[in-house]
């Protein structure tokens, strides 16, 4: 398995999404897990007052990738705070560097 990303083809990427991945899944938590050679993000639902979550999706990256996903996170982040205003974070209401 080689960390180099693909090289890109002569014809634009087609992908494809299936109609219950498109939908997406609601989260209000992760975790972050890693050994040597890889991280393990389990995005997870917790419902109010439940003494048990559910993981709803696993993803699980090299670190190069990882690390090109948080460049992309937080520029997205960036772009969006730019655009809306700063995501508050803390209870004072003050935004989070």
Known sequence: MSDTPPKPPDVPLQIQIDDDVANGQYVNMALVNHTETEFTLDFIYVQPHQPRAK??????LNPKHLKRLMAVLQDGVTRYEERFGPIVLSDDGRPMH
């Open 55 to 60: 993981v709803r999706s696993r993803v699980i």
